[in-house]
């Protein structure tokens, strides 16, 4: 399966989501095999959901908490996700990593939680340009997706998203792309068994149409996890016809 994702981040408001959506009710063509998603800003998702209806673009949260209910001031449960037709939930994504200080522990609990719930969890991972340039992109990935030893085998995509790549307009070369992409499919199969195989791995960093149409060729790259250039619906529509 391929699949990709608009992460919108902390961007966009009510005015602009309604013409996002109704582009995508008009031009997104479901095709066999590829998933589109949408993950809004939270208090956008039910909105981003009725106005998707049933036009088969999916939506996802970018966080929620592992916790099912109670005294947990400004978070979210899975449950409630669940509750408001959410597809889907981001978890670990490199700036919840970095600037909200989101663990490995506290992924085990909310990759656990999401399935729970019926919401597919997208595990992002990806190393900073310190960690590259140090020699330490491999083991930081390793104990990135160590991860799933302890939630097993289960719904599941993995995001790999170098740090150095994100918002920055520098994507990752072919070469750079297909290193890790092999890696992160060896890791999978390690940890995981044959289900390991199954899983996408989508790029993210950097991914515009321009760039596109060569990254999703590289062997074990199966979508897409895109931020800025999926600010623009005829962008977000144009790589999802790219990955059909
Ligand atoms: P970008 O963000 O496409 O703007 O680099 C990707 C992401 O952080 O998911």
Same mark, same amino acid.
């Given at each position: ?17 309604? /013409? ?126 160590? @991860?799933?030893?302890?939630? /097993? ?50 790029? /993210?960093?950097? @991914? ?12 074990? @790259? ?23």
């Amino acid at each position: 399966m391929r699949i990709i994702i608009a992460n919108w981040k902390m961007n966009l408001l009510s005015k602009d989501i309604d /013409g996002f959506c109704a582009a995508c009710v008009a031009e997104y063509k479901a095709k066999p095999g590829v998933e589109a998603g949408i993950a809004p800003p939270s208090i956008y998702l039910k909105d981003v959901k009725t106005k998707l209806g049933n036009c088969g673009v999916k939506v996802f949260a970018q966080n929620a908490y592992f916790e099912a209910k109670g005294a947990f001031t400004g978070e979210i449960a899975m449950a409630q996700l669940k509750d408001i037709g959410c597809d889907g939930v981001l978890l670990g994504h490199s700036e919840r990593r970095h600037i909200f200080g989101e663990t490995n522990a506290a992924l085990v609990k909310k990759v656990k939680a999401a399935r729970e719930h019926d919401l597919l969890p997208v595990l992002c991972i990806g190393e900073t340009l310190a960690e590259r340039d140090g020699g330490k992109m491999f083991e930081v990935l390793r104990e990135q997706l160590a @991860v799933l030893k302890e939630t /097993g085998p289960g719904a599941l995509v993995v995001a790999y998203e170098p740090v150095w790549a994100i918002g920055t307009g520098r994507v990752a070369t072919v070469e750079q792309v297909r290193e890790v992409h092999a890696f992160v499919a060896e890791e999978l199969k390690r940890l995981l068994g044959e289900a390991g195989a199954e899983v996408p791995i989508q790029y /993210g960093g950097s @991914v515009t149409p321009d760039n596109f149409s060569e990254l999703i060729q590289v062997p074990h @790259v199966s979508g897409g996890l895109v931020g800025g250039a999926a600010l623009d619906p005829a962008k977000f529509l144009k790589l999802v016809q790219q990955a059909q």
